[in-house]
């Protein structure tokens, strides 16, 4: 028996070993860092990821191998690199690597970002894509984001009737983003519009992404997650299921509408109803909440934060503020407030927008793709089931592709210029490929939208005692980018 036993585990032995010895005769993985044992490179990483994972590209290479606890990543920081993993290899890159978090919520398998890229995800992303982003869809519901843009005005107005007191621009339209995206999804509010009460649905929704955006260890050592040692998901748990009870309070009451009234109101909410009506659809009220969710989740503090990113390069460029308030009011003037339909007369204010994003990409390192099977990426080997990241952050910034890249210089994009649609790999700040952003249509209006607003109603300055020179724009690296010191100007 002894003998018996002893011959199985040389062979199983030799097996392994040939295995082994095979793969690395046959592979060639992107250099990296070596990292200490057990927690790899995370102490090197830091704080600001985006930023270290740039340092490391410049030393080791375009394509990088990394270990952080133990989880290998590779890391993507070129356009070259970038157009491999989302153009070239899109499919075999085309699901997710999913954070411990975001299994916190209720029906997490049936969420549109965070699932694998089969028909599932597919038929999501088509309703989505036929039924909400699409211009005629978006045009039907402007004038309810309208609304939403003149409230903005309004209670920044109020506000600012008691001279000199600042506003703080990431909280307003961070509230006004809610509203925009519930008044496409619901035709509703989802936020008071003087940003006084009902604030439960805005603070969820911001809890929910400064949870999701801690670092996690059940996400470096997978083995231990089920200890959620630091509490990230005991303590996000009760936000998403108190969203989930407000979206079904919308849901009963729409339905009720439904019965009474065969109108519909051409909303994103009627054609999910629509489609839980349909047999075999895959769509029920179970199903459409995780998605509704997602929508507010990654359309909100994107928008936002872009908006907030874009009027703090304006107050550090006052030339260029100058520019794009001259542009408005010659454009539109002040008798009417910006319209979605405005847009395409502004190229400047669109210019400073694109220049926004290349240097302040909301998502920096996008979502993280995983490899569906081993795929061989300039010579390299990327194993399959690894979870691969794309610094769009860096991509960016790279002065191979950029003439002086850390400026703020809406100008360049006046001309011909590369496109963020995803198909110039210099510029992605909305991804490329299947898992690209599904919202670029309503966040570049929505953006637009909000900062064309405010630019045509104030002039603003920054506090006293604060300087272009002197503001602080140090980023806050999460879920998104945020700034990490709130932007606060006087509007007059
Ligand atoms: C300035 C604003 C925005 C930026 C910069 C942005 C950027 C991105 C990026 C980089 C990705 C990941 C792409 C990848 O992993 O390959 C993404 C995914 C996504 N975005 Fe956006 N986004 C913005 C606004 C929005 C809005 C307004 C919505 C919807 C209301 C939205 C919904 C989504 C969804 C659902 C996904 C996941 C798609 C999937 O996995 O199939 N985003 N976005």
């Known amino acids: 028996m002894g003998l018996y036993l002893l011959l199985f585990g040389i062979t199983l032995f030799w097996f392994f070993f040939k295995t082994y010895l095979h793969r690395s005769q046959t592979t060639k993985l992107p250099p990296g860092p070596t990292g200490l044992p057990i927690v790899g490179s995370l102490l090197q990483i830091g704080p600001q990821v985006h930023e270290s994972l740039a340092k490391l590209a410049k030393l080791h290479g375009p394509l990088i191998t990394l270990r952080l606890g133990s989880i290998t990543t590779r890391v993507a920081s070129s356009p070259e690199t970038a157009k491999e993993i989302l153009q070239k290899h899109d499919q075999n890159f085309s699901d997710r ?11 997490p398998e049936a969420t549109l970002g965070w699932v694998p890229g089969d028909h599932r995800w597919r038929n999501r992303r088509r309703i989505c894509s036929t039924q909400m982003f699409t211009t005629h869809k978006l045009d039907s519901l402007q004038h309810l984001r309208h609304q939403k843009a003149q409230e903005l ?5 109020k506000h600012c009737s008691s001279d000199g007191v600042p506003v703080d621009i990431g909280r307003v339209v961070f509230a006004t983003t809610l509203n925009l995206i519930s008044n496409t999804i619901f035709s509703i509010d989802m936020v008071d519009p003087e940003f006084e009460s009902a604030q439960e649905f805005k603070d969820l929704v911001w809890r929910i992404m400064e949870d999701a955006g801690k670092p996690n260890l059940s996400d470096y050592f997978p083995v231990i997650k089920w200890l959620d040692l630091q509490g990230v998901k005991r303590h996000i748990r009760p936000s998403y299921r108190r969203l989930h009870e407000i979206f079904d309070e919308v849901i009963d009451k729409r339905l009720k509408d439904r019965v009474l009234d065969s109108s519909r109101s051409g909303d994103f909410l009627d054609a999910l109803l629509d489609q839980c009506e349909e047999d075999g659809s895959g769509f029920n009220r179970q ?7 997602d929508l507010f989740i990654a359309g909100s503090d994107t ?5 907030e990113w874009a009027m703090a390069e304006l107050l ?4 260029t503020m100058q520019k794009a308030r001259n542009e408005i ?17 502004l190229p400047y204010l669109q210019a400073v927008l694109k220049e926004t994003i290349r240097l302040h990409p909301a998502a920096p390192l996008m979502l993280p793709h995983k490899a569906r099977n081993d795929a061989e990426l300039l010579g390299f080997t990327i194993p399959k ?3 691969v990241f794309v610094n769009a952050w860096s991509i960016g910034r790279d002065p191979k592709y950029w003439e002086n890249p850390l400026g703020f210089l809406p100008e360049r994009f006046l001309g011909p210029s590369p496109d963020y649609k995803g198909r110039d790999f210099e510029y992605v700040p909305f991804g490329s490929g299947r898992r690209m952003c599904p919202g670029l249509p309503l966040a570049i209006r929505m953006v637009h939208l909000m900062l064309a607003s405010i630019i045509q109603a104030f002039s603003w300055r920054l506090p006293d005692g604060t300087t272009p020179e002197s503001l602080d724009m140090q980023e806050q690296f999460g879920v998104t980018l945020k700034k990490a010191v709130p932007l606060c100007a006087i509007p007059s």
């Open 316 to 319: 550090r460029n006052p030339h």
């Open 97 to 107: 690597h999913v954070p411990d978090v975001i299994t916190a919520q209720p029906n």
């Open 385 to 387: 089931g690894t979870q």
């Open 153 to 157: 005005v309004l209670h920044i107005k």
């Open 287 to 293: 199903t459409i909440k995780p998605l509704i969710l």
């Open 329 to 345: 009011m010659q454009k539109i003037g002040t008798n009417r407030l910006v319209k979605e339909s405005d847009i395409d007369q």
């Open 303 to 307: 928008s936002a934060i872009t908006t």
